[in-house]
Nanobody, 123 residues
Framework: QVQLVESGGGLVQAGGSLRLSCAAS????????MGWFRQAPGKEREFVAT????????YYADSVKGRFTISGDNAKNTVYLEMNSLKPEDTAVYYC????????????????WGQGTQVTVSS
């Protein structure tokens, strides 16, 4: 069993930055790849980024590549999503998730989910 708790969301102006955190707990956390997804109002939840804890297997959605960075701190069992050059279209609830399948972009391959944190980017 893995528990995930996101934090760090908020309101930011376009062009600004935010860092989301996902605290993971559970005896088997290190076995899982970690991912970030987001869901904007009226839209389907979509993949944002995923990474192994070592950072060796990392993928990004095209829409965030070059602006967002996923990273992990093994000692703290925490995964981060550093978001720069934010745009109004980045407004969404951001979810942290854990998967036994490394490199996955597919929601149904993620076994555990956090409750989400709201990110709002004003124009």
């Amino acid at each position: 069993q893995v528990q995930l708790v996101e934090s760090g969301g908020g309101l930011v102006q376009a062009g600004g930055s935010l860092r989301l955190s996902c605290a993971a707990s559970g005896r088997t956390v290190s076995r899982y790849a970690m991912g970030w997804f987001r869901q904007a109002p009226g839209k389907e939840r979509e993949f944002v980024a995923t990474s192994s804890w070592s950072g060796g297997i990392t993928y990004y959605a095209d829409s965030v590549k070059g602006r967002f960075t996923i990273s992990g701190d093994n000692a703290k069992n925490t995964v981060y999503l550093e978001m720069n050059s934010l745009k109004p279209e980045d407004t969404a609830v951001y979810y942290c998730a854990a998967s036994l399948k490394y490199g996955s972009r597919w929601q149904n391959e993620y076994n555990y989910w956090g409750q989400g944190t709201q990110v709002t980017v004003s124009s």
